[in-house]
């Protein structure tokens, strides 16, 4: 069994390729050949462990990951968690991963392939709301998507937001970085949005003025209690795109418009009906909502094992 740790993985990949073991996630998804239960959630207080499996092309993917928003104020990571690998016909473990860079990872791929897809070649602004490693993914991922001019950022935590700039220029050098001073000043300044908080309450404004013509990533939401959006923005759509079909029943942003009859349930569409030419984009404001599957993991974990195995990166091991 290869054993990857956090430095292992990073030396392992690329973005492009992680980019492609999204999409390819997006295809195995459209074409129905795979065995994917909805996740198991238990949450206690604040704190949530996932369980998710998947099984596909003869692999077999668990990923068991740990939740804990109060980690933040520790200086400890929000998410932890392991990623086992198997070989479906023999049960044998080819790798295990560490839980919380997979996630950061291919969690940034789906964010890039939705800007792929959902925004014009020529967009070159990107705003984020949300300094922590998954908004910092998300940005590292889409300029390989998009030849960006300039990040806006907006956090409450100045000394954060500080040392995620930081961040940021290694990954994405030569691209400029602006800390706004207000959300209204990042919708001003941006043409598309990244929202990456846990947050209960919507983190942008409700100003259906600056909320229009702008297209909206979201990945931070994951309970029905949290919603990213502000409520005034469903009354400008007839339509919003999600990654996969429980998405309906775990995210706020997603659960509010239903509940509330303002989109109905043929109006929430998969991602991959656009990717594969099923449905086209809307004119005007674009949402896309992803909590993440377990398909993801499995695609983005099986590029990163047999990348390592390549470059001979990792540890063996024998249980």
């Known amino acids: 069994m290869l054993v990857l740790n956090s430095e292992d993985i990073y030396k392992s990949i690329n973005p492009v390729g992680i980019i492609k073991a999204i999409e390819k996630a997006f295809f ?20 949530t462990q996932l369980l998710m499996p ?10 068991i990951v740990s ?37 950061a990872l291919r969690t940034g791929g789906v964010g890039a392939v939705a800007i792929k897809y959902l925004t014009p070649n020529d967009i070159n602004c990107i ?16 300029s ?24 940021l220029e290694e990954k994405v050098p030569h691209t400029k970085i602006y800390i706004t001073d207000s959300t209204k000043d990042l919708l001003n300044k941006s043409k598309a949005i990244i929202t990456a908080t846990d947050s ?19 990945i931070g939401s994951f309970r029905p209690i949290m919603g990213e959006l502000p409520r005034s923005i469903y009354t400008l759509v007839n339509k919003m795109y999600i990654d996969v079909e429980y998405a309906k029943n775990e995210s706020g942003d997603v659960t509010y ?24 984009v809307n004119e005007g ?35």
């Open 200 to 218: 209960p309450n919507p983190v942008l404004p409700e100003d259906i003025s600056l909320l229009e013509n702008k297209t909206y990533i979201c």
């Open 257 to 280: 418009p239903l509940e509330q009859g303002i989109l109905k349930e043929d109006d929430v569409i998969l991602l991959n009906n656009v990717i594969y030419g099923k449905t086209t």
């Open 67 to 103: 939740i804990n928003p109060n980690n933040q104020l520790k200086k400890l990571p929000i998410i932890n968690g392991t990623v086992q690998l198997t070989r479906h016909t023999t049960g044998s473990i080819l790798c295990l991963l560490n839980g919380s860079t997979l996630t």
């Open 54 to 63: 998947c099984i596909a092309e003869n692999i077999a993917c668990t990923k």
């Open 28 to 47: 195995i998804q459209k074409n129905g050949n795979y065995l994917m239960p909805d996740r198991l959630h238990l949450t206690k207080n604040k704190n």
């Open 285 to 319: 404001i674009k949402i896309f909502k992803s909590v993440g599957m377990a398909l993801f993991d499995l695609t983005t974990s099986n590029y990163i094992y047999q990348s390592a195995l390549e470059k001979k990166i990792g540890t063996m091991i024998n249980l």
């Open 144 to 167: 390989h998507v998009r030849n960006i001019k300039q990040f806006n950022i907006f956090n409450y935590n100045t000394h954060q937001t500080e040392l995620f700039c930081s961040q």
């Open 127 to 142: 705003g984020l709301v949300g300094t922590g490693v998954q908004g910092l993914h998300v940005l590292w991922m889409l």
